[in-house]
């Protein structure tokens, strides 16, 4: 088991991490505004953490057998 695998840019387009059916990602808007925060998006999926911020994506957990 590897534990604790961080990759800071992965060489994936993030749009194509958003349209992923597995992947919900968190809105980073106000509701009542529309403001749009500058926080980077998180989602969960078999305990690795894929993180968008702009035109970055990372992937953050353990790889497992």
Do not use: W
Not at 34 to 48: H, R, T
């Amino acid at each position: 088991m590897i534990d604790c695998i961080k990759i800071h840019s992965l060489p994936v387009p993030p749009q194509l991490l958003l349209n992923n059916g597995l992947l919900t990602f968190t809105l980073s808007n106000i509701a009542i505004t529309g403001e749009i925060l500058d926080k980077p998006q998180i989602a969960y999926c078999q305990s690795m953490q894929f993180k968008i911020r702009g035109n970055y994506s990372g992937l953050k957990g353990s790889l497992h057998k």
